[in-house]
């Protein structure tokens, strides 16, 4: 398993990660165009201490993560989807988290926050089961990019 940043040439293969994902493991109706942030990559999360990353296994594309740079010293955690091939034993969710919070660590953020929908029922046991404590919305930062379908908060103090 290796875990990277985005590169050039990279579109396509977060797409191909992260809509089957959301359409045909959860349902949701949503095209990579109502996904803004999809398009421009960099401009969206490879700024102050946000990047994108992506887990590849044998050459391809099984998982994703994102930290988007929300001032005050603050990160979300956006866009962590991981394929059936790169789970459980595979460990791509553990090495996307990982190399996350060490490059906030190392970018002097002190707190992660994200948003994620009540159907997501082992994502909330693995980052709860990784440090994440459950923060009602009324306790989001100002600047937190909210998705029309987050329904459950998360926080990580650093």
Known sequence: MIVRAYRPGD??????????????????????????????????????????????????????????????????????????????AAGAAAALLATALEHARTHGVGEVWLGTTERFQAAHRFYEKNGFTQVAADDLPAAFPRMAVDTRFYRLAL
């Open 11 to 88: 579109a396509q293969a977060v797409i191909d990660v992260i809509l089957p994902i959301q359409r045909e493991e959860f349902g949701f109706s949503i095209t990579a165009e109502d996904q803004p942030d999809l398009a421009d990559i960099p401009g969206w999360y490879q700024t102050g201490a946000g990047q994108f990353w992506l887990a590849e296994q044998d050459g391809r594309a099984v998982g994703t993560i994102a930290l988007k740079d929300i001032g005050g010293d603050a990160v979300a955690l956006r866009k962590m989807f991981v394929r059936p091939e790169g789970r459980g």
